[in-house]
């Protein structure tokens, strides 16, 4: 069975910083594009960064020049490092990803999502 499991979440001051790895395992055969999304208290679920198998990556407008995404395809896994954290940024994260286990076709995936806090 594939699993997605994040961690890495914690509480931080403003200004800290924080760095998410989402391990995914299981009978997979490639792993697509990875994302992570988050959903703060009272708010719908973002899009925070998304990373192709290529390495093409995408951003939030709140989050760009703050957030990097990373994957390691060998291991597959991947990263989010936080720097430069604003109490806005408090919100469970999760870790999204395309994956085509051997035998089967794509399907997209969720980790169970990590607590980010960030205190002003």
């Known amino acids: 069975q594939v699993q997605l499991v994040e961690s890495g979440g914690g509480l931080v001051q403003a200004g800290g910083s924080l760095r998410l790895s989402c391990a995914a395992s299981?009978?997979?055969?490639?792993?697509?594009?990875m994302a992570w999304y988050r959903q703060a208290p009272g708010k719908q679920r973002e899009l925070v960064a998304a990373?192709?198998?290529?390495?093409?990556?995408d951003y939030a407008d709140s989050v760009r020049g703050r957030f990097t995404i990373s994957r390691d395809n060998a291991k597959n896994t991947g990263d989010l490092q936080m720097n430069g954290l604003k109490p806005e940024d408090t919100a469970v994260y999760y870790c999204?990803?395309?994956?085509?286990?051997?035998?089967?076709?794509?399907?997209?995936?969720w980790g169970q999502g990590t607590q980010v806090t960030v205190s002003s």
């Open positions: 999204y990803a395309v994956i085509r286990k051997y035998g089967e076709s794509s399907y997209p995936y």
């Open positions: 990373i192709t198998n290529g390495g093409s990556t």
């Open positions: 299981g009978n997979i055969f490639s792993i697509n594009a």
